[in-house]
């Protein structure tokens, strides 16, 4: 482990209580090292981590870490604690606390090393050994790899026990789990054993693939890999592992996977060619999974093999289209098929909406009329290049339904979904069924799919199975389901909806500006929020939209860009209200806001929710019902301030904003005036940005 820890970043007698305050207190004595530049920066950057997924693990161990620019060269930190910390792990508190500080731009060889770290903390020996420990420079060797376990664990009082109960006594397995990760994971001594066991018997073992990946890709990818191929071991099954981290990886051998009986993905983060691995028995999973409970991933595949359950593949994706942890409720999943849905339809109607609104501003508003500009275009003509905007606009708008339900089906059953939630998407615009019948084709077509896939089908059909079989079935089905059975009552209740918005005037528009603000605000770019997002944009995703969905578009957006630039505001002028970290995220809040990024008031939201949000979904409120009264309309579905010009009512519109911008501003400054401040570079702002991160993977369109 090189010098990447000493004596003086070990503090066997950690007092800390909380998660927060033992990572303080490890970041700490590396800023005294002069490992850390900005103590503060780094903590935040190691909140963010964590907000991501809790780092505690099975076994008494947390392991917070990240990458930050505020490191200057890779560091471990290592506390043991007597009274142990919650990292969020499900069988309680850790007693073993590393703190893992990467440089933004690590090398690999440093991340190797950090990544057989990782693998060690899998090995039951290396964390007894430093619960027996009793001196820092001992524990400092032991985690480099100096001194090995049993040689540390003489130095403490025989007979003592660890705090899992275990003796101190232990002795180096001969599958040390310091051996290098760079990239294929194999223990090929141990898995060479258990083959030669099995082939003495006669019997070949089952053989088991593995991609394990986690968004740092430097702790969490390599303690799933050595965790499922340890339970491996114990089964009698040969597992290798393709470790995805930071440190690069190396793919499978195509012989192995050809010939693996089946496939666990122990994932947070895309695998990358996925496609590898189709037509075997799979089970999908997070990292954590693989890390706590291996043994029973083995017995699932082993089982879906028996059963002849089958993957088809699918196009690289993002953990908010797989349905997750199978441990997780239906109304979790349903919301990723349907975030998973509106994230792939959102740059359709961004990229539509703003080429439509943009031929009406060269062309005017009877730009609609114009003809086909396959038959009539002038160069140099402006009505001629509206009419070309106009029209690029309308054809990518005639994909937003198909898209929203070919990816809710894709979200619930990958590929194979694709095809039946296209088809049924196409249908609900062939029927007038819109934006219902998207969401109720996309749903029933990812059903249809994986009700197929849970039958046993004879080996010989399954290499059709995904190209033809699934896709002729499917499709059928959600066509004769869309055309004959619900489409005609969905596109009722869509006309209905349609004329009941376009009947809104007076009171009853302004409470429904009101209440999208408060959506937009509630949760910055979460679920809610994207709801009413979605909601305002299917009303303008036509040629032709009517007055009232213009208005709840204008609602919509302007409410929306009311909570970052309330923070910006706040923090100039009550600036002493706020930490120094918050400070400098109101500066970046001025053009998330004005850019209509709602996420630019997450670190504040998160550093201070009750104070926060209250406020927020009273500007936006006031901000909605504002713009509704005043008539503002919009044609365009994002933009904001950049898209002003396209707006009716302009000036009024901006007043509706300002009125919330100074509403939010105001109870805010009131709100945290009423409390004790904490003195400045406390620990008050170190939560302030912990789900910045949030911003960086959000979809196309922050809403």
Not at 242 to 250: K, L, N, P, W, Y
Not at 321 to 340: I, N
Request: proline fraction near 5%; charged fraction near 15%; glycine fraction near 12%.
């Amino acid at each position: 482990m090189s010098e990447m820890i000493t004596a003086d970043l070990v503090d066997l007698d950690l007092s800390a209580e909380t998660k927060e305050a033992a990572a303080r207190a490890l970041a700490e004595r590396m800023v005294t090292l002069g490992r850390v530049t900005d103590l503060e920066g780094f903590l935040a950057d190691v909140a963010a981590r964590e907000a991501q997924m809790p780092t505690g693990l099975d076994g008494g161990i947390g392991i917070p870490h990240c990458r930050s620019v505020h490191v200057t060269e890779p560091t471990l930190g290592f506390g043991r604690s007597a009274a142990g910390i919650d990292f969020g792990a499900p069988d309680g508190p850790a007693d073993l606390i590393f703190l893992i500080a990467a440089p933004a731009g690590a090398d690999d060889a440093h991340l190797t090393i950090l990544s057989s770290l990782a693998r060690q903390l899998m090995n039951a020996e290396f964390t007894s050994a430093l619960r027996a420990v009793d001196d820092a420079a001992a524990a400092a060797a032991l985690i480099r790899g100096d001194e090995s376990p049993a040689a540390a664990a003489s130095t403490a009082p025989e007979g003592t026990e660890s705090a899992d109960g275990s003796k101190n006594s232990v002795a180096v397995s001969g599958a040390a789990s310091a051996d290098t990760a760079t990239g294929t994971t194999t223990d090929t001594t141990d898995t060479t054993d258990t083959t030669a066991d099995a082939g003495a018997s006669g019997e070949r073992p089952f053989r088991i693939v593995a991609v394990t990946s986690c968004p740092t890709g430097i702790a969490h990818t390599y303690m799933a890999a050595e965790s499922l191929e340890n339970a491996g071991r114990e089964a009698g099954v040969e597992v290798v592992v393709e470790t995805q981290g930071s440190a690069g990886f190396t793919r499978l051998d195509p012989a192995v996977i050809a010939a693996a009986d089946g496939v666990i993905f122990a994932h947070d983060v895309p695998v990358r060619d996925k496609d590898r691995f189709a037509g075997k028995p799979t089970v999908d999973v997070g990292v954590k999974a693989g890390i706590n409970k291996p043994a029973e991933l083995i017995t699932e595949v082993r089982g879906k093999a028996a059963r002849g359950e089958v993957s088809a593949g699918s196009a690289p994706g993002t953990p908010v289209e797989r349905s997750g942890d199978s441990t997780e409720g239906y109304g979790t999943k349903l919301r990723k098929w349907l975030m998973s849905g509106v994230s792939y339809m959102v740059p359709f109607v961004a990229a539509g909406g703003l080429l439509i609104a943009l031929g009406f501003a060269i062309g005017g508003y009877k730009i609609n009329k114009a003809p086909s500009v396959m038959d009539h275009f002038l160069w140099t003509q402006a009505d001629s290049w509206g009419a070309l905007f106009f029209q690029i606009g309308v054809v990518s708008f005639g994909f937003l339904v198909p898209v929203l339900a070919g990816y809710i089906a894709y979200g619930m059953a990958d590929r194979p979904g694709l095809v039946p939630g296209f088809v049924g998407g196409a249908i609900s615009l062939t029927i007038n069924a819109g934006f219902l019948g998207g969401l109720a084709a996309g749903l029933i077509a990812g059903g249809v799919v994986i009700g197929i896939q849970k039958v046993k089908i004879p080996a010989s059909l399954r290499g059709i199975m995904p190209v033809v079989v699934i896709p002729l079935i499917s499709a059928a089905i959600v066509g004769f389901l869309m055309f004959v059975v619900i489409g005609k009552p969905i596109a009722s209740a869509q006309k209905g909806m349609t004329d009941w918005l376009n009947g809104l005037t007076g009171t009853n528009a302004v409470l429904l500006g009101a209440l999208l603000g408060l959506m937009m605000c509630f949760d910055l770019g979460g679920p809610v929020n994207k709801v009413a997002y979605t909601f305002a944009t299917a009303g303008i995703a036509v040629a032709s939209p009517s007055d009232s969905a213009m208005k709840i578009m204008a609602a919509v957006m302007a409410a929306g860009m009311v909570p970052p630039l309330a923070m910006a505001l706040a923090t100039t002028v009550r600036g002493r209200l706020f930490t120094q970290t918050e400070r400098e995220n109101g500066k970046a809040a001025w053009v998330l806001g004005a850019s209509f990024i709602s996420e630019g008031a997450i670190p504040f939201a998160a550093a201070d929710p009750l104070r926060v949000i209250p406020s927020a979904m009273v500007g936006g409120a006031v901000t909605g019902s504002l713009s509704m009264a005043f008539g503002a309309t919009l044609r365009a579905p994002h933009g904001g301030i950049f898209v002003v010009p396209l707006i009716g009512n302009p000036f009024l519109y901006l007043i509706a904003i300002a009125a919330g911008v100074c509403v939010t501003t105001a109870l805010v400054v009131v709100l945290k005036g009423m409390r004790k401040q904490a003195p400045e570079g406390t620990g008050a702002g170190v939560a302030d940005t912990a789900i910045a991160a949030k911003v960086d993977s959000k979809e196309p369109v922050a809403a």
